[in-house]
């Protein structure tokens, strides 16, 4: 059932344009379009554009290849990845409820949250294993507290038991980059899975040359999703995403 996002009526009209129109409020917007029928770009280069994004490359190295505006290409780039962050959070939800958590188990000081946030320039970040998956996930670190030292001093992956591990990633400007070397402290061997993501993490981080921070969190999805399947046809699997209604309150859609 559809609800309005500004009164939360739920009687709808729908029109002539195939939009609908809030009986209580008057909302007019075409709810139920699906993430490929988000822009107006014809079939031909979404589905073009959507081969090269699963190739990896990025929106301003196809600037002189398609005739295309930069700015209309990440766009393009930018319903794919919301449509990937949409459905790895629903993945990652459906495990922890699975395993009765409401969020991963965390060790020592390493608590998760469901924000991004950046303390004396570094933003913490989360690596859980479960289920044969990785999931990346906004971690916090007290400060001042061993665990963060740990991890600061070290500058690399830091390993807190067999499905957890946390490291920082330095914020310069507007964009998140990668700092440090791989790694963990000494003592504790990193598990093959989270060492394999954070290995492919970095080389998807520095492929891009440092990450909006606006958008990090989609870059970080895009990048889980890219390494649960790795082995796997990725235009066929986002093209199976893109046909999923958009949410009403999505705001990251508009231009």
Known sequence: MLICPRCGGKNFWRLATGQKRCGQCGLTRKFDKTYWNSTKMSPYWKGRLLEYFCLGVPAYRL??????????????????????????????????????????????????????????????????????????????????DAETKAVAEAGHLHVCDETLACTLLDIRGNSVVVNGEKGSRKGREIPADIEGFWTFTRQWLKHYRGVPRMYFPLYLKEIEWRFNHRSENLVKLIRNLLDQRVPADSDLLRP
């Not at 005739?67 to 393009?76: A, F």
């Not at 794919?80 to 000081?109: D, F, N, Q």
């Open 63 to 144: 600037r002189h290849q398609v005739p295309l505006d930069l700015k209309t290409v990440q766009r393009w780039f930018r319903i794919l990845r919301i449509a990937i962050y949409a459905h790895e959070m629903k993945e990652m939800k459906a495990l922890l409820s699975r395993t009765e958590a409401v969020a991963p188990p965390a060790g020592g000081a390493v608590r998760f949250g469901s924000d991004f946030t950046v303390t004396n320039g570094q933003l913490a970040l989360g690596i859980y294993k479960g289920n044969s998956r990785v999931f990346a996930l906004p971690a916090s670190l007290p400060a001042g």
